[in-house]
């Protein structure tokens, strides 16, 4: 640990998190140097959908290698490149009638946030984005002005400006909420945004989570989504679904809002598209707004990741029939069941909120949420807090965990629970 | 083909230049799927210093794979973290008497920038940054304000305040230039910045590429850089080196700027720290100012990549004696040689600049440029435009390229000239 | 008017919707050079209060300039001032208990509004500053961030920033509207507030017209303003009150607000306040946030104008017994009962607002509203629109004006409404 | 005093330095209400060209008040308005042969550059203004970013974008200056703008100040406004030539730059224009840029001023033979003499520079030049300090200050050095 002590950077967090050095890793499982054996509830914050280690992947992955693949293409054409882009488009987009157009950046989350923007912004005309309170959506200048927590916000240094903030529809309203969600609250923005005297600028875009996941496991109303769906169009405006943690099968199905007869201009996608733990980002763009695009305009280095295809392209096979998904919805109703066990004896202090295998229990408190989380690290589970204050703790597991690793963890986060109480 | 035209999106760049399908690379050469063999001086955009599918890094990553090593951790500890840290530590700081602190981001040059900025402006309570003409720091709406090219400014949509612009410090003046550049400027500008009634503010930061790689290879004199960082540290501002393309040993040393004399507070890194082409980014800061930062303020999805430290770790082995660094002087030289014998037929109108495996021949004629670049690819070797309207053509071959590659890419280039102006 | 067309800007309004030259004017009276007589309903958009050339004030002001006063004085101390200073002190201040300071800055509303922004952000050491829909406070960009209206926020030509937007708080509904003002709408901006996660960075001010007047006449609530109030002070932010065109007697009190228990930190006053026409603008600052300026911080050349002192001086006479304000209720309430009267036969299609001589019939219709200001204008009636596409007819005579202008001035509006509803 | 003490605001000025009440002004003397008699070579900060109190002008005010005149008028029309545009066009306007349209805005020199950026930025569809080191162009948010004084920036709270700064051209080079003023700064500035990736966008404007006049007294060269202008209207910007105090004969002629050949845009005037020391403000500018302003769009309530057009009419008088002009420049020179005399004795330490009537002596040290200024006050002349630190003293009498009164004012000058000097 000195190392890292002497070496690294002050800004690390996670390691304080969890005080180990981490050595080998598979499926639900990390190992520390120590021997000592991890759950994994966190999953890499929703990057390891498919498990540490896949093996399907890790052969693909292996004989990539040692085929002298193309690890680094920028956005040169690459067979391996090909390969992804056709499963993608033949397990994801046509069966769901889509023909949006695969737009790869920077391998971040907030690269793809970024270009999102860029091209809302370049098909209207305008400036203004609409955000949520709660919302986010990355780090760098452009997606951070979009970041509700001012946590994050305050790191800038800068103003962040052209945003209008717009509370985030929960399906179930947050204990003590005032802020008057739903869709009543799209309704309120509508007038103001049709009033030519409300001082508002018609918008480029509403960008959206249909479930925030770092601020709190949110779950948006169908009706509410809906609803602000309705008001972009009518107002000219992109709607921008940011499903970059969501989405990749986490909730049971491909996109965290399939189902919903939403119809989004941009669907930002991140975290589990490489499926091994390798960065790749995906703007899926509809083709009548990716023309406003020149060649080369929004670049970014490492575009084109050999490794995140191969494997990308592994994960497709998830996708294929309806194995997996309905595994994810087995499982997350089992651990939201024991949730609720859970919280039934908080005297309605916690709740309960989360769809498919991303779940969470809001404990209102910070120090207890903090307490819980290292509690459990002790006892061999990996997670961690979210939303304001990290009073949220957020369950993420690999999509394809172990049913005895599911109900262990289950059973070490109902001991920690206690401890930390009895702590705090 | 017929794939990415229909569902790749048509921001797509570098595939227009190279009309074909990469299947594999080898060191200094890419193999298209109907076999044909391209000399690659273009390296990935900088980003493959130790050639393609590197055999130490092949082995080290496979080795990996099969062991369950840690592929995605955050900024949780890993074992290879460390050793990468430690590797990183021994072999470029300590020898050099630094003691920055390594900090992980978003996994890309940009984010690096970003943070920087943030740090920047955290530390001065300040908002302005100095950067300079033709400066290229990345895409998202932080760096890209740092960015000079309009093209990629344009793009933003919305406006990139809070820089102040500098003329950049060339060793050779460009041709027709009258912008004013050399200490000359730095004393203009510090008399600006020194008189309160300038309407400049205060700065937190001076950014600048030792070499401007995308911006045309402009190689910066070490006079100017010696002034910028003296007037950055009268004026408390930071001093920030930005050795994202001309770093990891490109120019013959790891640092582009060794041996100047130069004492920078943040340098960003990115492109070939990872070795492999697999995405990592990384700032050096100095204690003093990494202290300002809070646990997880700038975080990221992608901070901790395992392949890119395994794969880093190798790549710290070709500096731990002078065998490459050497190898690719002379390289250097032999390229710079072969240029300015084309230059010279020119009568002064091309102008050969560059250090070590950086080099480049601006013929000042986008049409000419493209042309070139075209029958290059034509004659099986690889390389791109920079500069505005790209009328630079830059060679950044690995830097591990066989002498018989290089040779014979220097050869297919006067050939692609000499066809090239007959066809324009 | 050849004159005119040939050498005055495009960009001059109101003389299109009065296309005559005017000559004299006295009281409630202009005469144009034709000699017709108007009934002025407008006086000079509020700034008349006292009538056209009053004659208590024409005996001072020649008075002032046959004894050589100090017509310009920027901010040195003349006897002028300090009798105005002490008449205004005496009049309205230490009646109420009120020990704010006077601010004399750029004689015009905007430069008041813009020196209370100024305050506020260097006292609370914020950017932010929450205004409302359809608020009207400027032209100058500080100002003008907060106007809400899109005609004017389009001229500007850069983005308007550092701006929240509130819902106004009306004490009559409007028609149609659904953006949801009333205090439950102050309780879901203060979740927002307090939510530090909702995006919304803490602000420096609340900038409130008690009166829109610009807006469209929009009276409001006693209970929403205190809401309001209460909600900057909880935030530890500037309650500011604009009362710019409702404040100086206009509303039957000084202050528009006078009698609400409100305890505004800054007041911003200018049109009436001069007096004669002569401009002046005036901010009344509580004493610890005064303290905060340094000398000469916000200056402005026109900030000492002796005519105006004089004249203003005058004014306050009318403000040393209550004559005048009893007069202003009751010719208020005939004006409300006339233009109920006329409203009753719209079916509620239109809505009479407005408070003491301030009163509005909003009809809904720009094209009707823009008709009827016509056809006033030719019997004789001077008055205009105001709010969104000028659909509301604002009348503000002077306060002086006598009754048989008054009521003639009621009974043309009502001839010119049926001769406008017969023509559109 | 006390009064003023009590119930004025902290942020008043120039009292402090003149520490009395004045009660009575004529022409080039004031009195205080002690009986004081003071010569003035302030003039209201240039405002009252014509001496306090213009005997003309108070004959033509009583005249004009006596017959109930349109004191207040908005933009309507009125005789007084079309008596001042007719006067202005014959005298001004049409013996130059130029056609400018004439705008009246709120009354005041902010107001006038805010409304010259709007339509500069609406004309050519851009966001940037260059603007100069030293300048000053108003304490509006719009204004202020022109604006080069730190003090007065640092008032704003929040950033001023959209400017990009540009050394001023002077005439003479100031002391230890080493910006690099001249035409060859235009030249670089002229190679960053051509040049698409120096990071600068495209300018809506270039806003110059033929002389500097809050700045220092900074006289720019004919051959540097021929350049600049040359490079403004080569890019497409407009050509703003800000005229506020230099303007209405100060210099001898009645625009500061006449004779130079240049043809600006738009010339905004304010300060001298009402001719008594009553508010107004105005910009001429060209018919083929005014026509973009739609009505009513850049608005203000105190545009119509009575009484400054009837003493502004009074003005022209002083413009349509060349009696007053020559005197300026006779007494300027006596001025100049006498300044350059005493600045003889400072081996080569002081400045002394100016134009016209408007003439200052550098002497470099805030300290000394506050005790000048103090020392002059008490033995009776009024003058105040300019540029940064106000080390610069600057002289601006009325155009009509009788020789007696301008002698004595200099000798009472050169004795107030010397006591500052022993005093220091």
Request: with cysteine; aromatic share 8%; net charge neutral.
């Amino acid at each position: 640990m000195q190392v890292f002590e002497k070496w690294e950077s002050e800004i690390r967090g996670y390691c304080r998190i969890y005080p180990t050095v981490f050595k080998s890793a598979s499926n639900a499982r990390q190992v520390d140097e120590a021997g000592k054996s991890y759950i994994d509830f966190f999953a890499g914050a929703g990057v390891l959908n498919f498990g540490h280690n896949n093996p399907l992947m890790k052969e693909a992955l292996i004989e990539f290698i040692q085929a002298d693949g193309v690890a680094h293409s920028l956005d040169t054409s690459t067979t391996v490149k090909r390969d992804f882009i056709q499963a993608f488009a033949d397990t994801i987009l046509v069966p769901r009638g889509m023909n949006h157009k695969m737009q790869f950046m920077g391998p971040t989350g907030t690269n793809a946030v970024e270009a999102a923007l860029k091209l809302a912004r370049r098909v209207t005309g305008r400036k203004t984005v609409v955000a949520c309170t709660h919302g986010f959506h990355g780090m760098t200048l452009g997606s951070l002005a979009l970041t509700a927590n001012s946590y994050f916000r305050n790191a800038a240094g800068v103003p962040l400006e052209h945003v209008v903030r717009m509370p985030f529809g929960c399906q179930t309203p947050c204990r003590g909420c005032e802020m008057g969600c739903g869709t009543a609250s799209v309704d309120r923005l509508r007038a103001q945004f049709e009033d030519s005297s409300s001082g508002l600028e018609a918008p480029a875009a509403f960008v959206v989570e249909p479930i925030q996941a770092e601020g709190g496991v949110h779950v948006a109303s169908q009706e509410w989504l809906l609803a602000v769906q309705q008001l972009a169009k009518d107002l000219g405006a992109l709607f921008v679904l940011d499903d970059i943690q969501a989405g990749c099968g986490r909730t049971g199905s491909y996109f965290s809002f399939d189902g919903m007869g939403l119809d989004p201009d941009i669907i930002t996608l991140a975290k589990g598209i490489g499926g091994f733990g390798t960065p790749l980002a995906m703007n899926l763009v509809k083709p009548e707004h990716d023309r406003h695009w020149s060649p080369g305009e929004h670049t970014g280095t490492f575009r084109g990741q050999g490794f995140s295809f191969v494997a990308g392209k592994v994960a497709m096979s998830y996708f294929q029939n309806d194995t997996l998904m309905s595994e994810v919805k087995r499982k997350g109703e089992q651990m939201a069941s024991a949730l609720n066990a859970i919280a039934a004896s908080s005297q309605g202090a916690w709740q309960v909120r989360g769809k498919g295998l991303m779940q969470a229990l809001d404990v209102g408190d910070s120090a207890l949420s903090k307490a819980i989380v290292s509690e459990c690290f002790q006892r061999g589970l990996l997670l961690g807090g979210c939303g304001t204050g990290g009073m949220v703790i957020k369950m993420i597991p690999p999509l394809t965990i172990p049913d005895a690793d599911l109900t262990e963890g289950l059973q070490i986060f109902a001991q920690a629970i206690k401890a930390a109480q009895e702590a705090v």
